[in-house]
């Protein structure tokens, strides 16, 4: 009963009261029905609300790798469902690493998979992810995303090649963000000239992680900008 409800909970543009149904269902054993419901050809918005009512309780995994394993013939958005109810689990990287290096997956659903490649935290992935942000044939939203999924501990061929896309002569401004937030959560004191240099950008989103990356390096010439710039 409460699946039907949940079907009907929401409109074209809002969740409704969706999410609250989709919960109640988990609190009652509902995980078979929530699976269902994003194995369905319902509304991409209740396929969301259900997979990520999954993700959140942690339950529905093995039965939603199953479905994973049939994807290939679904949508997008119910594609983009799976990958958000999976979450972290670390069984569907292969599949992952495949989907990211798919040139024909929508944009959206290899953005997707990228954000749960960093969140399944595979030692092998910064390799992968590196490859992304190196060629110069992906899209830059795709390069951002993978500068921001790359954690520390970071390698330091890495770390050089970040630093490369910021010396370059006119990088993508959200990728040089994201380059910058990178060597940021790094705590690249290397990166010492490029957050300088762009602590003083007329953009702020860039200016704003440099200035993060010059409160962590604890450097004269660091503080003194940062001085000036506070004025």
């Not at 050089?160 to 959200?174: I, T």
């Not at 940021?184 to 990166?191: G, I, K, L, Y």
């Given at each position: 009963m409460l699946r039907e409800v949940l079907l009907a909970a929401s409109s074209a543009d809002s969740y409704g009261p969706a999410p609250a149904f989709a919960a109640e269902l988990v609190?009652?054993?509902?995980?078979?029905?929530?699976?269902?419901t994003v194995h369905s050809h319902r509304s991409p918005l209740i396929r969301w609300v259900a997979a990520q009512t999954l993700h959140i309780a942690g339950q529905g995994d093995e039965s939603l790798r199953a479905v994973w394993n049939e994807s290939s013939a679904f949508d997008p958005a119910t594609r983009a469902a799976l990958l958000t109810a999976l979450g972290s689990d670390r069984r569907i990287i292969p599949l992952l690493e495949t989907l990211i290096v798919d040139d024909h997956a929508p944009l959206h659903l290899r953005l997707d998979a990228v954000q749960a490649l960093g969140r399944a935290g595979a030692a092998h992935a910064e390799g992968l992810l590196l490859a992304l942000v190196s060629s110069a044939h992906e899209e830059p939203t795709l390069s951002a995303a993978a500068l921001d999924v790359l954690e520390p501990p970071i390698t330091?061929?890495?770390?050089?090649?970040?630093?490369?896309?910021?010396?370059?002569?006119?990088?993508?401004?959200?990728?040089?963000?994201?380059?910058?937030?990178?060597?940021?959560?790094?705590?690249?004191?290397?990166?010492?000239?490029?957050?300088l240099r762009y602590a003083q950008h007329e953009s702020p989103t860039l200016a704003l992680p440099a200035i993060d990356g010059l409160r962590i390096c604890n450097d004269a010439t660091a503080n003194a900008l940062l001085a000036r710039l506070a004025n």
């Open positions: 609190q009652l054993d509902g995980v078979p029905d929530l699976v269902q330091h061929a890495t770390l050089v090649s970040v630093r490369g896309l910021l010396r370059a002569p006119r990088p993508p401004v959200d990728v040089a963000a994201a380059a910058l937030r990178c060597l940021v959560r790094a705590a690249d004191s290397e990166s010492l000239p490029l957050f």
